[in-house]
């Protein structure tokens, strides 16, 4: 079945430098790759995804890029702010039509 | 307001008391799902309806039951509650009629905990 593997496990950064979460998958059919963002004690919402038909996505100052041939996607948060601080999931959807499989996130720490 | 809405948000049981965690969602989807939230585990798919009547497995079904008899509506069955079902459990929906494609809408989490 599918696997996603998502790392580092937690970031820590400074306001203003960018982070890079990434993300593999064993699927290489999978074709859709949403990223979820989770603030602390909240529900997860989705902040940007990216279809196997383009290789990059951006939206303001997050980007996703996608490899399909490494299988591997990964998100990209420039100037970060505190507020991005919060744990970021990775997805792929699993061998099943209805399956999603998530990463197992990673906290990110945006110190002022 | 589009909502996925869970009840109860926090509850405490005892080993084998049978409880459900019920799930409404108000936009019409036909994809709904469930989650489990563990420390360095991310979120595990339950299980998974595409459509009425139509429930499927995910990764970590082991000691649940769902149903869906109507649309709105995917409730979350534990028949016999054992402590390594302590979780956050997050209920979803989406609009889609095929694979998952699109964005999926979380209720707010259930706190369980099985003593």
């Known amino acids: 079945g599918e696997n996603v593997e998502q790392h580092p496990s937690t970031l820590s950064v400074q306001e203003g430098d960018s982070a890079v979460i990434k993300c593999t998958y064993s699927?290489?059919?999978?074709?859709?790759f949403p990223w979820y963002k989770q603030e602390l004690g909240k529900r997860p919402q989705l902040i940007i995804d990216?279809?196997?038909?383009?290789g990059e996505k951006k939206d303001q100052r997050i980007a996703v890029t996608l490899n399909k041939t490494a299988k591997h996607f990964s998100l990209h948060i420039t100037e970060t702010q505190p507020e991005d601080s919060a744990v970021y999931f990775c997805?792929?959807?699993?061998?099943?039509?209805?399956?999603?499989?998530f990463g197992q996130g990673t906290e990110l720490s945006v110190k002022p | 307001e589009a909502q996925v809405t869970q009840n109860p948000r926090y509850l405490i049981t005892v080993t084998g008391k049978k409880l459900t965690v019920t799930c409404s969602q108000n936009?019409?989807?036909?994809?709904m799902s469930w989650y489990r939230q563990d420390p360095g585990l991310g979120l595990r798919q339950i299980y998974y309806?595409?459509?009425?009547?139509?429930?499927d497995k995910g990764d970590v079904p082991e000691g649940y039951k769902v149903s869906r008899k109507e649309k709105r509506n995917f409730p979350l069955i534990l028949e016999s509650p054992s402590p390594n079902q302590t979780s956050l459990y997050f209920c979803?929906?989406?609009?889609?009629?095929?694979?998952?494609?699109?964005?999926?809408?979380f209720g707010e989490g259930s706190r369980l905990t099985v003593l």
């Open positions: 997805a792929a959807p699993g061998d099943q039509g209805g399956k999603l499989i």
């Open positions: 309806s595409m459509n009425v009547e139509v429930t």
């Open positions: 990216i279809r196997s038909n383009v």
């Open positions: 699927d290489s059919a999978s074709n859709y």
């Open positions: 979803a929906s989406s609009f889609t009629s095929g694979s998952i494609n699109g964005e999926l809408f």
């Open positions: 936009m019409n989807h036909e994809y």
